[in-house]
């Protein structure tokens, strides 16, 4: 009798071990892989910053008063698109 309480507190031991094992391999996976998703976010954020940094510059370099607006911009003939229109057909 004293044989298998021996062989089942062994087993035992054995299966807490290997769990413990096995739990610490995931800590250490997530930890490493963490710092790889760290760099990658860093890589991305810094790519939209650059991003948003050359629409800023290209705002700032765009002539102060005119806005670009597809109902007001100029056709083939000189005339916007809402000029030829008030007229009820192409403005020709």
């Known amino acids: 009798m004293k044989m298998w309480r021996w062989a089942n507190l062994g ?5 807490y071990l290997a769990g413990l094992g096995f739990l610490g391999g995931v800590v ?5 892989f963490d710092r790889q998703r760290v760099k990658v976010i860093r890589r991305y954020n810094k790519a939209v910053r650059m991003w948003h940094a050359y629409l800023i510059k290209l705002e700032q370099a765009a002539p102060a008063g005119r806005e670009d607006r597809p109902s007001e911009s100029i ?3 000189g005339k916007s698109y809402k000029q030829q229109t008030e007229r009820g057909g192409t403005g020709q």
């Open 75 to 77: 056709g083939q003939n």
């Open 11 to 15: 087993g035992g031991l054995g299966l």
């Open 28 to 32: 250490a996976e997530r930890v490493r």
